[in-house]
């Protein structure tokens, strides 16, 4: 998996309400667009296939029935929502059209927490295909964010791919296994709070690096969190930021809850952004607090190489692993996965951070044009 603030490609479109996943492998039905958070080609929300239907002539993947495939998709924006965490699954289902009803889910993982909406996460997960040989059958991915803010047509996402799964000798004489389907809802029913579950200090300033070998990304910036404010702000400078795209650019974000708005400013093109914001989360780690994380260890050395001389504790999600400081404070230390992608967080400084640092750009106050808010947020504000 790989994630990107665009904070950070670690981080929307036209008027309205435009996201959030988008399917590549196999590659999903319709227009594809990944090249900025909240493209829209990634917002279809009308079950079970993003209101977009297949016909017999149109494009599909060959598989092979029975064998292990490698489903490739981008969470394009991030809406986790502690009141009730949500999910994001794989599906299969034979016909050309098939109906909700059809579909079984194949894999399933927990949402995480990003804090900070406009982050594109790109998964990468490695399911069993069904030993049922059909002309026409479709792969589904979802992502069932359950944020009642993003309810206009429902809080569930989907993009569909069709396939075509051809039978195999090998595949064909064996007796088909019980796939062992990790639910997320039951999951959830297993998890418990463990007393190292914590959350960072009110106020606080630290920088990271994030990097991710596959694409050959390496961002590094600040972020600045204020809870009593209910504000933050993240900087970014890509590739070495000389670029205007999420890959190579330079970036500004000032997101303001009290007031509901999130600024995006483009540095390098002196362009801004504006966007509808969720609801805030404090930034906080484990169960206790709603974080679809597993308490792991605790007084482990730290993975960071800012923290080699320090002692973290450690909670898990899926493939994500999540580190802090193992100090009362609870600062952040890194977020890493398997493929090498992660992020680094500086130790910080806690305390009181001067006002105007929220204060956007000011061609950021000249932006009225809305390029993502919920419909709910669209009613509140205009």
Avoid at 10 to 18: A, D, E, K, Y
Avoid at 23 to 36: E, K, N, V
Avoid at 49 to 54: E, H, K, L, R, V
Avoid at 97 to 102: G, I
Wanted: glycine content about 8%.
């Amino acid at each position: 998996m790989h994630l990107v603030f665009s904070l950070l490609v670690f981080f929307i479109i036209g008027n309205g309400v435009h996201m959030h996943v988008c399917l590549w492998a196999p590659m999903q039905r319709g227009q594809f667009d990944i090249s900025t958070p909240g493209a829209h080609p990634c917002y279809r929300k009308i079950g079970p296939c993003g209101n977009i239907n297949s016909t017999s002539s149109s494009p599909r993947t060959s598989l092979v029935a029975g064998s292990r495939y490698r489903v490739h998709f981008q969470q394009n924006l991030n809406h986790y929502y502690t009141g009730q965490p949500g999910a994001l699954d794989v599906s299969f289902a034979k016909g050309l059209n098939p109906a909700e009803s059809d579909f079984r889910v194949l894999h399933s993982i927990s949402d995480y927490n990003s804090m900070n909406q406009i982050t594109q996460t790109n998964f990468s997960v490695e399911i069993d295909l069904p030993n049922e040989p059909c002309d026409e059958c479709v792969l589904r991915v979802r992502y069932l964010s359950n944020n009642p803010e993003e309810d206009d047509h429902g809080t569930v996402f989907h993009q569909c791919g069709d396939i075509k799964l051809t039978p195999s000798l090998i595949n064909t004489l064996k007796k088909e296994k019980e796939q062992k389907v990790e639910i997320v809802e039951n999951v959830k029913k297993g998890r418990k709070d463990d007393p190292h579950d914590c959350c960072a200090p009110e106020s606080f300033v630290n920088g990271f690096f994030h990097i991710i070998p596959a694409i050959e990304y390496l961002s590094e910036g600040m972020i600045f969190y204020d809870k009593r404010a209910q504000q933050m702000r993240v900087t970014v400078t890509a590739n070495g930021g000389r670029g205007n795209t999420t890959y190579d650019g330079a970036f500004d974000m000032w997101m303001n809850f009290t007031s509901g708005y999130q600024w995006y400013y483009n540095r390098n093109t002196g362009t801004c952004d504006l966007y509808g914001l969720d609801y805030w989360n404090d930034w906080c780690f484990g169960n206790k607090y709603n974080q679809s994380e597993d308490f792991v260890a605790a007084d482990v050395r730290c993975t960071s190489p800012f923290g080699p001389a320090h002692q973290c504790n450690q909670w898990r999600n899926g493939e994500f692993i999540f580190e802090t400081y193992a100090t009362n404070e609870c600062l952040p230390s890194s977020i890493s996965r398997p493929s090498g992608e992660r992020i680094d967080y500086t130790p910080g400084r806690i305390g009181p951070i001067p006002p105007d640092t929220f204060i956007p750009n000011t061609v950021c106050h000249r932006q009225t044009k809305i390029k993502h808010a919920s419909s709910r947020w669209m009613r509140r504000h205009f």
